[in-house]
């Protein structure tokens, strides 16, 4: 106790200055790094083509082998592993800073702090956009498959509902299950669908990216996400609450990224055509009733009467399959979806999807893009 009291009176040793310099200097590294690692991005994002080459088809593809075989073999869901990381991270950093308090005045305990936090969303900025950011700056898909992308008018939005509502009709029809059960895809299949689809258009598939269902259900649509990818784990994580009916969709989703594609619309692109072009009906139904809903929201918004109408057209198979949807969701509410949407909508922003969240719903451009194409080539 006495050696204690001296201590304090003395103030702090040579050793905890030393160590606080220390701190200072990888904080400032840190730092440093970030503002680094953006001037980077900026550059990489006047250059697509420089980009798509070097880092999506070149560095990423690296980092996509070697993750998906060294710790992607773990068979549970890894953010598991970074949320125990982080907690056991929080924790170590309070107890470090209660032992200090009571050697340093307030004002450096506030720098410290301030500095400290500054470093870490440096350092997340850095390891994030290394191990895949840097893929939104890359080539858009429009310009690789010769895509003419216009954002279609009133009229045109309108008949490719109509146009999607009859598809939609006629698959459902084929399918031999009276509800929405009776959905299930193993991963790898979904997997391999993906492949299969940007092999054809001739894009890289390195790895086995993964994406694993998280549990408890509700655990990620409360927070007002399907599903979603984080380049420290290197694997999507889909909620287990969602119903067979879109959970392939979201997973291949969520693998689209994986393979390197940032961007929501073109994510949901490829989930489109690998569903739409698999030999299995199911798959097929998956897809085009995905593609229905994004045209249907934006149908609504524009033309409530004539979404009225076609709604009350549906079979009741296909009114089965969207009120287990609608009930699905509203199970697991988001406890504050304005406030995630914006969030998000910034950082997308950020990354330059000038579309920010509405960038989701620019799988109805490619989508009638791609189509208008395959018509041309025909």
């Known amino acids: 106790l006495g050696n204690i009291s001296v201590n304090k009176m003395m103030g702090p040793t040579?050793?905890?200055?030393?160590r606080g310099i220390?701190?200072?200097?990888?904080?400032?590294?840190?730092?440093?790094?970030?503002?680094?690692?953006?001037?980077?991005?900026f550059l990489l994002s006047l250059n697509p083509?420089?980009?798509?080459?070097?880092?999506?088809?070149?560095?990423?593809?690296l980092i996509r082998w070697v993750w998906d075989y060294t710790i992607g073999w773990i068979p549970f869901p890894l953010i598991y592993l970074l949320l125990a990381g982080l907690l056991y991270w929080i924790i170590s950093g309070l107890i470090a800073s209660r032992k200090t308090r009571s050697i340093q005045p307030f004002r450096n305990q506030l720098a410290g702090y301030v500095f400290s936090f500054l470093a870490f969303l440096s350092a997340v900025y850095v390891i994030f956009q290394l191990l895949w950011g840097f893929n939104y700056q890359r080539q858009p898909i429009e310009a690789s498959l010769g895509l003419a992308v216009a954002w279609p008018d009133s009229?045109?939005?309108?008949?490719?509902?109509?146009?999607?509502?009859?598809?939609?009709?006629?698959?459902?029809?084929?399918?031999s299950s009276a509800s929405a059960e009776g959905f299930s895809f193993e991963e790898a299949y979904l997997r391999e669908q993906l492949v299969v689809t940007l092999e054809q258009n001739g894009y890289p598939t390195p790895g086995r990216p993964r994406g694993k269902t998280v549990a408890p259900k509700g655990s990620l649509m409360h927070w007002g996400a399907l599903g979603i990818y984080l380049p420290f784990i290197g694997e999507g994580s889909i909620d287990?609450?969602?119903p067979e009916i879109t959970l392939p969709f979201t997973l291949i989703h969520e693998l689209s990224h994986g393979y390197g594609f940032g961007d929501e619309g073109t994510a949901n692109f490829w989930a489109y055509l690998s569903c739409t072009q698999s030999s299995d009906i199911r798959l097929q139904y998956i897809g085009e009733l995905s593609y229905w809903r994004h045209l249907a929201r934006l149908v609504y918004y524009d033309?409530?009467?004539?979404?009225?109408?076609?709604?009350d057209s549906l079979s009741p198979a296909i009114m089965a399959d969207l009120d287990l949807i609608r009930k699905t969701y509203a199970a697991y509410p988001?406890?504050?979806?304005?406030?995630?949407?914006?969030?998000?909508d910034r950082y997308l922003k950020s990354q330059g999807i000038e579309?920010?969240?509405?960038?989701?719903?620019?799988?109805v451009a490619l989508i009638m893009a791609w189509d208008e194409k395959q018509l041309q080539v025909d």
């Open 22 to 41: 220390g701190n200072l200097d990888r904080r400032f590294t840190w730092i440093g790094m970030g503002l680094l690692t953006g001037l980077i991005t």
């Open 155 to 175: 009229v045109e939005l309108v008949q490719e509902f109509n146009r999607v509502t009859d598809k939609l009709t006629k698959l459902r029809e084929k399918v």
């Open 334 to 344: 988001a406890y504050f979806p304005e406030f995630f949407a914006k969030v998000y």
């Open 303 to 311: 033309h409530p009467e004539e979404y009225e109408r076609v709604r």
């Open 240 to 242: 287990a609450g969602l």
């Open 49 to 61: 083509t420089f980009t798509e080459v070097v880092y999506s088809r070149g560095v990423f593809v």
């Open 355 to 363: 579309e920010g969240v509405k960038s989701y719903s620019r799988v």
């Open 14 to 18: 040579k050793k905890d200055q030393l």
